[in-house]
């Protein structure tokens, strides 16, 4: 059976628009999962708990544009269509449920008016995160939380999803997410599922692919560095001093001068505020970005990962 015939591929709003409404006028609960593509497990766990949750089950693919800065990664981001369609048709085949439709929208698609990043000359309409361009992933990625904000806002006036599913991996853009859902109110459940990990430890991501093997293994010492300073909160029972724990991290992460810091920050669970400490029932979530070399390059990758205490 070919991708076409056993899931539906729809490259236009009007289209998604016209299958929704399908859905709705036949009572069907929607579950959404928006990707860039380049898939693996971590995504797949997201569309199964999709399909555990909801009638039917739409994935998008969209590397999005205005949420990379001109320095970044937007046209090396890896761009694996073919093996991203035979895995959402063949992957879940043995389930009861399957992906109903795949949502492959052209940048002039989502951005009618075009991307114009620099405010002053925007001509679309783009959405505003507050405070959040001078914060954690926002320093060195300027654009990142304002272009999340924007593609996610319109995919979800298209979708119009029952549920919307996101990966803990990317915890800064869960809450500006679920923050943006709340403040805007939008009628969605934002659903949020663990981090899938290789079994070294290693957050599964896109950009691993830009890694050696070599330095792929070596990569564990990222989450070794977040488990020890959960371990050393723990250990403490008490409030404790966030520079600390950040110390800890930091201590453990440069062993391996492989890997650069970029930020390694603690911040409130829900506002992302920075906080001086973490308080047990309050929590905090850790979350650090670090610098890796790419394989057969001078360049790096950038890997991000995070923890969450309680
Ligand atoms: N390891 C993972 N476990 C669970 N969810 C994940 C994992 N990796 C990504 N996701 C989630 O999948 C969704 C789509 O993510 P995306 O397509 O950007 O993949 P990615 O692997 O995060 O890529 P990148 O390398 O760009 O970070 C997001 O909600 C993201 O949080
Ligand atoms: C949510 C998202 C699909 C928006 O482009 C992207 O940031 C991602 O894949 O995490
Ligand atoms: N998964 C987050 C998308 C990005 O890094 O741009």
Redesign the pocket.
């Known amino acids: 059976m070919t991708i076409a015939e056993s899931v539906k591929i729809l490259r236009t709003v009007q289209q998604v628009r016209q299958w929704r409404l399908q859905r709705l006028l036949n009572g069907k609960t929607v579950g959404f999962i ?3 593509g380049a898939l693996h497990d971590g ?1 797949c766990s997201l569309v199964s708990q999709s399909l555990k949750d909801n009638d039917e089950t739409v994935v ?1 693919i ?3 544009p205005s ?1 990379f800065a001109p320095h970044e990664d937007l046209d090396s981001y890896p761009r694996t269509i073919d093996s991203d369609l035979s895995i959402l048709a063949s992957k879940f085949r043995s389930s009861v449920k399957q992906v109903d439709a795949i949502f492959i929208p052209k940048i002039s698609e989502m951005y009618p008016s075009g991307i114009n990043l620099e405010i002053s000359k925007q001509r679309g309409a783009f959405v505003f995160v507050k405070g959040s361009s001078e914060q954690l992933e926002g320093v060195t990625r300027p654009q ?1 939380f304002r ?2 904000a924007t ?2 806002t319109k ?1 979800l006036n298209v979708v119009q999803p029952t549920n919307i599913y ?2 803990q ?2 915890a800064q ?1 869960c809450i500006v ?1 679920k923050n943006l859902v709340k403040d805007l109110l939008i009628d969605t459940n934002v659903r949020v599922m663990p981090t899938l990990r290789e079994s070294n430890g290693l957050a599964m991501s ?1 950009r691993n692919q830009y890694l050696s093997p070599q330095i792929k293994q070596e990569s564990s010492i990222i989450y070794n560095a977040l488990k020890s300073g959960e371990s050393l909160y723990y250990s403490k029972n008490a409030k404790v001093e966030s520079s600390e724990i950040l110390t800890q991290i930091k201590t453990v992460l440069n062993l391996n001068p492989n890997f650069k810091i970029e930020y390694v920050s603690i911040n409130h669970p829900e506002t992302l505020d920075e906080i001086d400490y973490i308080e047990p029932g309050v929590g905090a979530l850790i979350s650090l970005a670090v610098l890796a070399p790419k394989e057969n390059s001078d360049g790096h990758a950038r890997l991000i990962d995070n923890i969450i205490l309680h």
């Open positions: 928006p990707t860039m995504h998008s969209f590397v999005n949420q990142f272009g999340v593609i996610v995919l996101f990966g991996k990317d853009q997410i896109s």
